[in-house]
């Protein structure tokens, strides 16, 4: 079993809502949903362009997948997960946008945010010392070869190349795309989220996501308000 922490809105969320009828899936039941016919962008290529995303569920990454440490039990990951949520202030990233990451399609933060950077920072800082050590799979997954040299440094010290000033808030809504088909995925996309680009997205809830067993689809363990723990809401 992994567990992830990650940002993501409510369940209720517009934006939850959207995100999971392009996904094809929500991540809070674990339901499949579908996204409406259109005539150019087919349901079965929009599955096929939201396959790696779709198990993921939609999510900001903070602290990637790992699978628990020795000596360590989900009953801590939780309590220290309650402590973290408690401790976070919440905030407001100014503007969000659709971006192109390689041949990937997401939604990012439009401008460099301070409080987001310091977010994801303090979440892998915080989360490490239940992290198990990756497996030599693990970091073979990650193509190392493909990666700087100071990716490679945090890929071996905190299992994810992608931390602190490598760290790039990204919200995926693609699997890579091929180069003749990203300007109708990225009209598609501009279309379906037409009314979050370009507008302010609340930092305001914190989850543990987790996957009971490699290659199996990350649910919402839980999703907590930032700054309160005395609210829990179970998936």
């Not at 440490?69 to 402590?83: K, M, N, Q, V, W």
């Not at 190392?144 to 100071?150: A, I, Q, V």
């Amino acid at each position: 079993m992994r567990y992830a922490i990650y940002f993501a809105p409510p369940a209720d969320d517009r934006l939850s809502l959207t995100a999971a009828h392009w996904l094809g899936r929500d991540a809070f039941t674990g339901g499949a949903l579908a996204w409406p016919e259109d005539p150019v962008f087919t349901p079965e290529r929009q599955l096929a362009l939201t396959a790696e995303p779709r198990r993921y569920g939609f999510h900001g990454t903070l602290k990637a997948p790992f699978a628990l440490a020795p000596g360590r039990s989900e009953a801590e990951l939780i309590a220290a997960f309650d402590e973290f949520a408690a401790e976070t202030e919440s905030f407001v990233v100014p503007e969000i946008a659709l971006h192109q990451l390689g041949p990937f399609f997401a939604l990012i933060a439009k401008e460099d945010c301070p409080p987001l950077r310091n977010l994801a920072a303090q979440a892998v800082r915080r989360f490490e010392p239940f992290r198990a050590r990756l497996s030599e799979a693990d970091i073979a997954r990650r193509n190392p070869e493909s990666l700087t040299p100071r990716q490679r440094e945090y890929l071996a010290a905190w299992g994810y190349p992608y931390v602190f000033e490598e760290f790039q808030f990204h919200l995926t809504l693609t699997g890579p795309v091929p180069e003749e088909m990203q300007d109708l995925v990225r009209e598609t996309l501009e279309a379906a989220f037409a009314e979050f680009i370009g507008r302010p997205l609340a930092i305001d809830t914190i989850a543990l996501f987790a996957e009971t067993s490699r290659g199996t689809p990350f649910t919402v363990h839980s999703l907590l308000p930032l700054g309160s723990a005395s609210t829990r809401k179970i998936a």
